[in-house]
């Protein structure tokens, strides 16, 4: 399967940039990652050369024809079939520690948003050292544009300055990036944000620190 763009330049930049500065080279050995490797496992030249053992590598995959081939190319790595949201439920009930989350979890606020969501910000709360990349693949629709539109007000409302501040620098560098419509990226990031925000409300109350009644749907 062709993959974006998008998903492509993040990547490189998880796994060469942001990593290696955000972790040691000893956390990056001895530390163990959990990924979507899906059908072709991009993820695994750039583990490897941190010099990870792949018994190291844990991967989710809820397709069987995907799952098989996973199996038949002899990774080396610790395979799970079945849902996401399943093996976060179970890993939240153990004591597997996990250095990185590296996770391809797409969808919109209104709709497809991934159920996985919910024990993947649970997961980060209670081991807030891992790191989590997650990729979304967000549509240009109306609902979409407009629920950024609600995200951004609402965003203006908690804190003006910064708001403003992260909307002209993300249109920015979208501008750069030679997109043609860069205001209306930065309209799906905000959306994005709101959802994880969301989902992050909705873990506080799960584990008993927010009251439930302040939590509106």
């Known amino acids: 399967m062709k993959e974006s763009t998008g998903k492509a330049v993040a990547r490189e930049l998880l796994y060469r940039k942001c990593l290696p500065n955000w972790l040691s080279q000893k956390e990056l ?17 750039y583990i490897d050369s941190y010099g990870t053992p792949r018994s190291q590598i844990y991967s989710v995959e809820r397709i069987p024809e995907v799952y098989a ?14 849902e996401l949201k399943t093996a976060l439920e179970n890993l939240l009930h153990g ?23 919910t024990p993947v910000l ?14 979304s693949s967000v549509g240009r629709d109306t609902e979409t544009i407009w629920e950024g539109v609600k995200s951004l007000v609402i965003f203006l409302w908690l804190s003006r300055e910064k ?9 920015e560098r979208y501008r750069k990036a030679r997109f043609e419509t860069p205001e209306i990226m930065v309209l799906r990031d905000f959306f994005w944000l709101r959802s ?22």
Request: without cysteine; hydrophobic residues 40%; proline residues 3%.
């Open 69 to 82: 081939s996973q199996v038949k190319q002899e990774l080396g790595v610790h395979l799970q079939e079945g």
């Open 29 to 45: 050995e001895t530390g163990n990652f959990l990924l979507l490797l899906g059908e072709k496992p991009r993820e695994l030249q």
């Open 163 to 171: 708001t403003l501040k992260t909307f002209f620098s993300l249109a």
């Open 95 to 117: 004591n597997e520690n996990f250095l990185v989350f590296g996770l391809d979890v797409e969808g919109s606020y209104m709709s497809q948003l991934d159920p996985a969501m």
């Open 196 to 217: 994880h925000l969301e989902h992050s409300l909705i873990a506080s109350v799960m584990m008993g620190t927010t009251a439930a009644e302040l939590v509106s749907a």
């Open 122 to 135: 649970l997961y980060s709360w209670r081991n807030p050292n891992t790191v989590i990349a997650t990729y």
